[in-house]
């Protein structure tokens, strides 16, 4: 059965510094994978997607997501975090049925 | 486009009471799908429609249902409600399938169960 794991319930990054979040997967066969961030009170919004190919992906607001096969991990990242970056952050895979993360809460401190 | 509307926005039942949610998905899209978002399990599938058929199922008790209408509106009920059914409850609307696919996410109803 296809599952996807966030292990960090939150992150904390000081603004300016890079930051990552975290995201592991199980599927059969090969993955379609999606980041999507949810500000409060808002419904989620589309970051970005692994279908194939390249495994850096680039989205929205400057985000990207490294696909590894290997490790089964599709973390997602941005060089310098700006505050209005903090937000509730979800990881899918894709498989019969799209199945999301418990959710990182990532806190960008000024 | 106007975008995913869930009606109503906020909602208070008691335990016992049924209830019914709606999802007007974005015009052109014929498939739907929900989920239930709570603080300590995240987003949690119940359903997907594609074209007033059932396509999928999450591990829901049957007090959950749902359904799609021909102009692809989906309505999604809960019976007897417990107070653990006190969530979120998102709806999606999808555009394309396989590779290409995209969800597009409704602010959500926000129920509560007393």
């Known amino acids: 059965a296809q599952s996807v794991a966030q292990p960090e319930d939150q992150v904390n990054v000081a603004e300016g510094n890079p930051l990552t979040v975290k995201c592991t997967y199980s599927?059969?066969?090969?993955?379609?994978l999606f980041w999507y961030v949810q500000y409060p009170n808002r419904g989620l919004q589309f970051l970005l997607k692994?279908?194939?190919?390249?495994?850096l992906v680039k989205g929205s607001y400057g985000f990207e997501a490294e696909f590894n096969k290997s490790q089964t991990s599709f973390h997602l990242k941005k060089p310098s975090a700006l505050v209005s970056d903090s937000a509730l952050y979800f990881c899918?895979?894709?498989?019969?049925?799209?199945?999301f993360g418990k959710g990182t809460r990532l806190h960008i401190l000024p | 486009k106007a975008g995913v509307t869930q009606t109503p926005r906020y909602l208070i039942k008691t335990r016992g009471q049924q209830v019914t949610l709606s999802c007007s998905p974005i015009?052109?899209?014929?498939?739907v799908s929900w989920y239930q978002q709570t603080p300590g399990q995240g987003l949690q599938f119940l359903f997907e429609?594609?074209?007033?058929?059932?396509?999928n199922k999450g591990n829901f008790p049957g007090r959950f249902s749902g359904r799609q209408f021909s102009n692809s509106r989906s309505e999604m009920n809960v019976s007897t409600l417990e107070l653990g059914d006190s969530a979120l409850y998102l709806c999606?609307?999808?555009?394309?399938?396989?590779?290409?696919?995209?969800?597009?996410f409704g602010s959500g109803t926000q129920l509560s169960v007393l």
């Open positions: 599927v059969s066969g090969n993955p379609y």
């Open positions: 692994y279908i194939t190919g390249d495994n």
């Open positions: 899918a895979v894709r498989d019969d049925k799209i199945i």
């Open positions: 015009s052109g899209h014929r498939s």
């Open positions: 429609y594609f074209s007033e058929t059932q396509r």
């Open positions: 999606a609307s999808i555009l394309g399938q396989g590779p290409g696919e995209k969800l597009f």
